[in-house]
């Protein structure tokens, strides 16, 4: 794989491209399971990683990953407020680009954001989630995490819970599972997806209790609370008793399905803490998937190759 | 005393041919009389003297327009000058300059400056400053509501006094149903237009681009087409009830437009405009996130691009207006969600046309220029908009092939938010000239 400078979404990634990512991420979980799980193949670069929403969790593993290939890694995170003052995403650009840095990891709440640092600077960007568009990162641990379990993407069925409407991860697994050939259905109130979602290819149901015992995996998303105060749902009582994943619900699932969530949870509403917490629930294997994915995009993404 | 006045009989004659000009062997198109063929023109003073071929005539400046198309000049029914209120902009005076640029001898300025134009004072500001900058004539439309605020009906007596030519709050709709059906109601006094500019502000909440497939990938907030349809039912409801004249604003949807075409079957009295980017371009454009796309009515869909294809042909569409709309680099430099709406349209308008829907599309001219000149002012009701003898002498010069670049030194207006930025275009107005003068020349 020759990979383009940036990684800004995974729409219009080959499934070439994807399992070169894939493959690559699987080599380092053998470096992250050593005593000292570091190697030198980024000394001497630097990565930037630029948060302007906040977020530990994405932060914090992409740090973790960096310093894992020798890289020196300087965090910024900004406000929203901070922004507003005046500094245009492209100011950020061109003080990034007189400062030199190899690569920048950002998190911006404004779609697109990342493509207008990617289009002025040298240095290689990484979409750590741009508001929401895509989060490419988060999909390709969860792609990571399937392949595991199911070997491969042939007859996958992949159901996506919750809302769809506002969401970077379920948008990326769309564009990612479906490339590589997974079925993906989708299943929220209908004032959470998005107008023509099924002209990317997924089918929509509304109805969670008939549907979910016919899929291998069920990734629920977070719900963020000031959707029900725009009035896109009625409560979160009721939503966690239409979509929750709680311990009756996953009672029909399949044998062998597993369960996901992008993480942080909100126990109790999209998912029950007994569940989370279940053998069917992988979310601490994407948490772990999400370091040696991360490492194999910056690694691949500052010019290393793979022997 | 009789050698005196002859005297002066022959200074005043000398004084008229100098100032007659003549243009020779254009094509020349009027669309309310369908005259289309090759002609002279005369103009002494700043009326068009004779229309025929083989004028000869001495003293006379000549314009030589071979190969050129002379109509009469644009009429734009809707641009933002930002005068007063945001001078870094535009001015009354740089957006003088873009509009005779794009061929353009009348345009009338939307209200929605700082302050508002919701009173004499505000429209006797403009009409002076027109007056000193005497390149274009220069309608103001007044606000419906006073301060822009949606709540109470604005002195419509006073501006109607002062010179403007219809009532819009336009960037934002009339969102009470009642204010609007009294507003309406009242404009029949004056028998002026209401202009609406149609969007629901609650079914648009937020959206930054058509909804659809497009923003569905993009993940960008989408503001539907409803948004827009629901107010132009809403709007041709209410001028039916009330019988007073409404002009829909930049409409962009098919359902805009089949609405808008059943009304007038009805006889609702209701005219509309469309802007050249709503023919031009569909969301997909959106897909690099290049702000200067960002407009408002979002670009919609390419089922709504042909329906507005459609709705020109069949003169469902009345007018072509820009909506030029001159933002800031500054401004439109932040995160596309963060941009402010609009494009500018003054300059690029012409070639536009020329591009798709002449060259594309294989409109005639007859029909284009209809939609330009005199079906705008018909809805002024302004003498304007026809070459015959005797009329105003409002007049462009198209060369309809020319290729040329839209670079930023060129630009007239104060701001560069267009998409066009450094593209090949084709066709311009070469010369255009207002109230008998030439106010503009290419590459002046």
Sequence with gaps: ?307 | MAWQCEWQFYLFMREARLSSLLIKNGRVIDPKTRFDRIADILIEGNKIQKIERNIKIENAKIIDANGMIISPGFIDLHCHLRDPGRPDEETIESGSKAAVAGGFTTICCMPNTEPPIDNEGIVNYIIKEAERVNLCRIFPIATITKKREGKEIAEFGELVNAGVKGFSDDGNTVSDARILRYAMEYSKIFEMPIFEHSIDECLSKGGVMNEGEVSTRLGLAGSPAIAEEVIVARDLMLSRYTGAKLHLCHISTKGSVDLIRQAKKEEIDVTCEICPHYFFFNDTVLEAYNTNYKVNPPLRSEIDRIAIIEGLRDGTIDCISTDHAPHTQAEKELEFASAPFGMTGLETALAMVIMQLINIEKFSWLEILDKFTIKPAQILKEKLGVIKEGAIADLVIINPNIKWRLNADIIKSKSKNTPFLNKELTGRAEYVIVNGELKYQAGS
């Design chain 1, 1 to 307: 794989m020759n990979p383009k400078k940036d990684l800004l979404g995974i729409e219009g990634l080959s499934s070439k491209d994807i399992l070169y990512y894939l493959d690559t991420a699987e080599k380092f979980i053998e470096v992250m399971e050593r005593p000292i799980p570091i190697i030198p193949a980024l000394r001497g670069k630097t990565i930037l990683t630029l948060f302007f929403e906040p977020s530990t969790r994405t932060q914090i593993s992409f740090s973790i990953a960096a310093k894992r290939l020798s890289a020196d890694v300087v965090n910024f995170s900004a406000t929203s407020s901070s922004v507003k003052k005046g500094e245009t995403i492209l100011d950020t650009a061109k003080n990034i680009e007189a400062m030199k840095v190899d690569g920048v990891v950002v998190r911006h709440f404004a779609p697109g954001a990342p493509k207008i640092l990617a289009d002025n600077l040298n240095a290689f960007v990484i979409n750590a989630g741009d508001g929401t568009h895509e989060h490419p990162t988060q999909a390709l641990l969860d792609m990571m995490t399937m392949r595991q379990y199911f070997g491969n993407f042939k007859n996958l069925n992949v159901l996506i819970v919750g809302d769809i409407l506002h969401s970077r991860v379920a948008r990326s697994n769309i564009f990612g599972l479906r490339t590589l050939g997974a079925n993906v259905a989708i299943c929220a109130p209908p004032t959470l997806i998005p107008l023509d979602i099924e002209k990317l290819n997924v089918e929509v149901f509304y109805n969670l209790d008939q549907i979910i015992g016919d899929f291998d995996v069920v990734m629920a998303l977070r719900i963020q609370l000031e959707r029900q105060e725009s009035g896109l749902f009625p409560s979160v009582r009721e939503y966690r008793n239409l979509y929750g994943l709680t311990q009756d619900r996953i009672k029909k699932m399949k044998p062998d399905s597993i369960i996901m969530h992008p993480g942080p949870t909100n126990r109790g509403v999209e998912i029950d803490p007994e569940v989370a917490d279940s053998p069917k629930s992988v979310i601490l294997k994407q948490v772990k998937n999400g370091v040696a994915v991360r490492m194999a995009i910056l690694f691949i993404h500052a010019g290393g190759k793979i022997e």
